[in-house]
């Protein structure tokens, strides 16, 4: 009979309970992988599932909300319309009025009309003004 303490991974318990928050499991062919918010370009929803966007191009689908994947992520994230959320770290520019959000990945994202004020003044804050 074999024991089990022998297939558990000691580094498990030492993890900061902080970074198994902000990690989030995505299936992909039949293995689960943990995506931090560093390589999570932005969000997209749509109704009860979301897919995530990361920086390397890969695109994931979740059975998640949006609203309860921005729960979970940390403050780079801004919530700049119903459909998408986005890491600010991966913003290049600003397009159309600020109506547009260019990324890194070379998407581009809309800002909704309600969130243009908020979105600028976050973005002008942090010193994100960039012009196209």
Same mark, same amino acid.
């Given at each position: 009979?074999? $024991? ?6 000691? $580094? @498990?318990?030492?993890? !900061? @309970?902080? *970074?198994? %928050? ?5 299936? /992909?062919?039949? %293995?689960?992988?943990?995506?931090? !918010?560093?390589?999570? &370009? ?11 966007? &990361? ?18 992520? $940390?403050? $780079?994230?801004? %919530? ?14 600003? @397009?159309? *009025?600020?109506?547009? @959000?260019?990324? /890194? ?28």
């Amino acid at each position: 009979m074999k $024991n089990f303490a022998s297939f558990t991974r000691p $580094n @498990l318990s030492e993890r !900061p @309970l902080s *970074d198994s %928050r902000s990690t989030i499991s995505v299936q /992909s062919m039949g %293995r689960t992988i943990f995506l931090t !918010p560093d390589v999570i &370009t932005f969000l997209e929803g749509e109704g009860n599932y979301t897919f995530i966007y &990361t920086n390397t191009g890969k695109k994931y689908l979740v059975s998640r909300t949006l609203k309860s994947l921005a729960e979970q992520l $940390n403050p $780079n994230f801004m %919530r700049v319309h119903k459909s998408y959320l986005v890491n600010s770290a991966y913003i290049v520019a600003r @397009l159309e *009025d600020d109506r547009m @959000l260019k990324l /890194s990945c070379g998407k581009e994202v809309a800002v909704s009309r309600r969130k243009i004020k908020e979105i600028t003044g976050l973005l002008d804050h942090t010193n994100l003004r960039i012009s196209a």
